[in-house]
């Protein structure tokens, strides 16, 4: 096992499609090949210019992919057709189809009165997507890790054929929230990120981080968006290698002081806890107000559990507030279960090792060995011995 292939976006100031494009080739992605399945996609739904050039944002180097279309509006359908009768592979198919799939929702869910599209009809937006499909394949993202750092949505109102909307877009939201994508406003009042560049994102991210995972970068491109802004209008797109011998994982954290609750009742939240999805509980002695002693209660949680978790928490202990952290970081070793057979029964083993392939750690499960031990009359720790060198031969 070596060091995983990694890519990151760093959408500082938004995405559009234009710009994902941009990033794509100046990262390396085959600037050819990205326009002639354009043109050749996007010349069966009207008259289409593309021109891609070399330029700057605040001083900094980027590339600018503009693409002027006719005012020419498709249906969902006909979009589909398009796609489905093109000669893009079947994975480049299917993958624009999904963009295109999510800002149609979007758009329906926000504009139930509108019967066309906003930014679907568009044969810019069609452009846009196939080309940053073809980009995403040409460049293997597809079997790299893709991280993206939040990302940026601007603020204040944009002029769209609906009136005057705030920024982001209803229909930028709705995207943003169908696929969990994180995001902060600004840092300006604009609208910096589109729906098309939020849908297409959508189907390349893989996870969210706020800082860089430790990455050594081969190669750096930025695909530079048409405003000129206070901060450079560029979509930054990283490929590397991941360091180190852990994974970095990112979870959530609740906390809350108990001082009145039984021993036993502490074990039962503990166990209920866990049965409802946590990861990790521990509970650790301490010295409460009035020198009372008492424990503070700590949950390690996957984020979408951490509302039910805490209620959990508030019912079975009484408390009136558990404090929450949405986004902790930690870093793990690999871990793979298997299933090893000792004295006819079977037990599950936990195996966890470094990146590199090292094993650091070959632990069975307690239940599994303490029954084996019951039925046998043989000693928990020799069954445990056993099961433990029955994983390694097995590893070996």
Excluded: W
């Excluded at 043109?39 to 980027?62: F, L, M």
């Excluded at 229909?171 to 910096?192: C, D, R």
């Excluded at 700590?298 to 559990?305: G, L, Q």
């Amino acid at each position: 096992m070596g060091n995983k292939n990694i890519a990151i976006f760093v959408p500082s100031t938004g995405a559009s499609g234009d710009m994902i494009i941009g990033s794509l080739i100046d990262t390396g992605a085959n600037s050819d090949l990205i326009l002639n399945k354009i043109k050749e996609v996007a010349d069966e739904a009207g008259e289409i210019d593309i021109n891609v050039s070399r330029t700057t944002r605040n001083s900094v180097s980027g590339l600018r992919v503009n693409i002027n279309s006719s005012d020419s509006k498709l249906s969902f359908g006909e979009m589909l057709e398009i796609i489905k009768d093109s000669s893009l592979n079947e994975q480049s198919k299917e993958k624009s189809i999904q963009v295109l799939r999510n800002l149609k929702e979007a758009e329906d869910k926000v504009h139930r009165d509108f019967s066309g599209f906003h930014e679907v009809g568009k044969v810019d937006a069609l452009a846009d997507i196939v080309g940053s499909i073809v980009g995403y394949y040409d460049l293997g993202l597809n079997n790299k890790e893709v991280y993206c750092t939040e990302l940026k949505v601007g603020g204040g109102y944009t002029e769209t054929e609906h009136g005057l909307l705030s920024a982001p877009t209803p229909a930028t939201l709705e995207i943003l929230k169908e696929n969990k994508m994180k995001f902060s406003g600004g840092p300006v009042t604009k609208e910096i990120l589109t729906p098309t560049g939020a849908a297409i994102l959508s189907v390349f991210i893989d996870k969210f981080t706020t800082f860089f995972p430790p990455i050594k970068i081969n190669r750096i491109g930025r695909g530079a968006g048409k405003m000129k802004l206070k901060s450079p209008n560029l979509l930054t797109l990283c490929i590397g290698e991941s360091q180190g011998n852990l994974i970095e994982d990112s979870v959530g954290m609740l906390e809350t002081n108990i001082d009145d609750v039984e021993g036993e009742d502490v074990g039962y939240v503990i166990e209920k806890l866990l049965e409802e999805g946590a990861l990790d509980v521990s509970v650790v002695p301490a010295l409460m107000k009035k020198s009372r002693m008492g424990n503070i209660l700590k949950v390690i949680s996957k984020k979408e559990d951490l509302e039910k978790l805490s209620e959990i928490i508030i019912e079975e202990t009484g408390t009136l507030g558990v404090r929450v952290s949405e986004e902790t970081h930690r870093l793990i070793a690999e871990r793979e279960f298997k299933i090893v057979k000792i004295f006819d029964y079977k037990v599950k083993v936990k195996i966890g090792r470094f990146k590199n392939g090292r094993i650091i750690d070959i632990s069975p499960e307690y239940d599994d060995c303490m029954k084996i031990a019951k039925k046998t009359g043989k000693p928990l720790q020799q069954i445990k011995k056993i099961a433990v060198n029955k994983a390694m031969e097995d590893i070996n």
